[in-house]
């Protein structure tokens, strides 16, 4: 079992930028690759980022390349979404998860085993 908190959201302007921070709790970190999604008012969750278990490789969803950029830090247990240049349309609740699939760059949900609670970010314009 992994315990995923969340932590970094907030308010911000257009053309701001927020770091997001996912820390885990439980088992080993770096057993897990690490993936971004949000979730905006009245749409589904969609897929953000992720990282494999070290970080070494990344993927991101296309529209979103350039602007996010996913890391990870597996002495601290914790994953972060380095989000730039944001936008209203950015607004949404972030979530990160775990997936059991360590090599894997998966942009499927359905695909990671352990989720955080979530945190708000919203973009003023």
């Known amino acids: 079992q992994v315990q995923l908190v969340e932590s970094g959201g907030g308010l911000v302007q257009a053309g701001g930028s927020l770091r997001l921070s996912c820390t885990a709790s439980?088992?080993?970190?770096?057993?897990?690759?690490m993936g971004w999604f949000r979730q905006a008012p009245g749409k589904e969750r969609e897929f953000v980022a992720t990282?494999?278990?070290?970080?070494?490789?990344?993927y991101y969803t296309d529209s979103l390349k350039g602007r996010f950029t996913i890391s990870r830090d597996n002495i601290k247990k914790t994953v972060y979404l380095q989000m730039n240049s944001l936008k209203p349309e950015d607004t949404a609740v972030y979530y990160c998860a775990a997936s059991r699939l360590l090599f894997r760059l998966s942009n499927s949900s359905g695909e990671y085993d352990f989720w955080g609670q979530g945190t708000q970010v919203t973009v003023s314009s």
């Open positions: 439980g088992r080993t970190f770096s057993n897990y690759a």
């Open positions: 990282c494999t278990w070290n970080g070494g490789n990344t």
